[in-house]
């Protein structure tokens, strides 16, 4: 046994060595093969257990996520040659994968035509061409459900598994994909620029972020898929399921077949009445008040864990049932999560007891709230994010006293 250990560890350590070098810029063929001599006894979930190790050794999120697509790219020509698992029809990761063979059927149609307006001679773009830019560049929009799945749900179950460090890092880079796909809407969907605007678009960001949707498809089949179905359990992957289509899909409909074996994890409702100094609410009558307003609600304890959010009809921000006992920095994505960081901490410490936020998002102007909870003894207890979209109440003049129709 203590042989096995050690041949265990030897082997961690060699792998977290080969990207060690990677960060050094070594030479990439002969990584590969030294990758390609340890693949045999290794899978997907220890690669991503040593980006884990690597961020908890004190490597930033950030290096590990500019390493990403190198060692990758070093790691590929023999991890395209492991199998891959068989999910039925209807589980979440054969829904992903459904997904993925959409998305890059939708890449491989948008790539000929970008590549086909660089070499054009001729003095304006086709406005046929450009239309179908764009109705192309609108179903990878759609890339936003696939993402935020992944983030809201399938993260939150790997990271009660002890799973935070990759989904951190992919979660930086699908924060890149989205800020590039919204560059391209902004530059040649919400206006018309002129020809030499619209190919250094293609050439700068269209192009590149093709590329980039390719590699996460190629890290999700190769290491997330395989490494998530090693670690979740079957209840787990019930609860996925159920939850994903609150958030709803990319370019597809789940198949059906896949029952799992066993049911999702009940959430425990008490119908017990309440009772309050103003008054007394059952279970169902609170829910129903909170889901009614006009506002977004979630509730941060004194440890900093999620413990509810309402269920308003519009909502602002994707919540999933799955963020329910989690870190609330592991909720926002690395580039902000800082400035949560630095709102509770100015809450418990008493600096502070408010903090707001606002800025034009969808089409709405969303205004955002934060305040502390403090008990009768003034300890801290927690914090609550109040959000809502105030576009409407922008236009608000003079008054209205009379109830009417409208």
Request: glycine share 6%.
């Amino acid at each position: 046994m203590s042989e096995l250990i050690g041949n265990h560890q030897q082997r961690r350590e060699t792998l977290k060595q080969i990207i060690r070098d990677i960060h050094q810029n070594k030479n990439p063929q002969e990584l590969k093969e030294r990758f390609r001599e340890l693949l045999s006894d290794v899978g997907a979930t220890e690669i991503a257990a040593l980006e884990q190790e690597l961020i908890q050794e004190g490597l930033p999120e950030k290096e590990i996520q500019s390493l990403c697509d190198v060692h990758v790219s070093v790691f590929e020509d023999s991890l395209g040659q492991q199998p891959k698992s068989q999910e039925q029809g209807g589980h979440p990761i054969q829904t992903f994968r459904k997904e993925n063979h959409a998305i890059a059927g939708v890449i491989q149609e948008l790539r000929p035509l970008l590549e086909q307006l660089l070499d054009s001679t001729q003095g304006t773009i086709p406005e046929e061409d450009l239309n179908k830019w764009q109705v192309l560049h609108h179903q990878l929009l759609e890339l936003e459900k696939h993402y935020s799945r992944k983030e809201n749900i399938l993260f939150a179950y790997l990271e009660k598994h002890g799973v935070s460090g990759p989904p951190k890092v992919m979660w930086g880079i699908h924060d890149e994909i989205r800020a590039q796909l919204k560059h391209i809407s902004q530059n040649m969907l919400d206006r018309l620029p002129d020809k030499q605007s619209l190919l250094d678009l293609v050439q700068t960001t269209a192009l590149p972020v093709l590329k980039a949707i390719e590699d996460m498809i190629y890290k999700e089949e190769n290491i997330l898929f395989p490494m998530s179905m090693e670690t979740l359990t079957e209840a787990e992957w019930a609860a996925v399921a159920e939850q994903s289509g609150e958030i709803g899909y990319t370019l597809i409909q789940p198949d059906k077949g896949w029952v799992p074996a066993a049911p999702p994890e009940p959430t425990v409702v008490s119908s017990q009445l309440l009772s309050f100094p103003t008054g007394g609410l059952s279970l169902e009558q609170i829910s129903l008040i909170f889901n009614h307003l006009p506002v977004d609600i979630t509730f941060v304890d004194e440890s900093d864990i999620v413990r509810y959010f309402s269920l308003g009809k519009e909502r602002i921000f994707q919540r999933s049932k799955a963020i329910i006992g989690r870190n609330v920095k592991d909720c926002h994505p690395p580039d902000s999560v800082h400035i949560v960081n630095k709102i509770v901490q100015d809450f418990k410490s008493g600096q502070r007891d408010t903090a707001e936020f606002w800025l034009h998002m969808n089409n709405m102007y969303v205004y955002i709230q934060y305040f502390a909870l403090r008990d009768e003894k003034g300890t801290y207890r927690g914090t609550i994010e109040v959000t809502q979209d105030i576009q409407k109440l922008q236009h608000i003049q003079g008054e209205k006293r009379i109830y009417s129709e409208e």
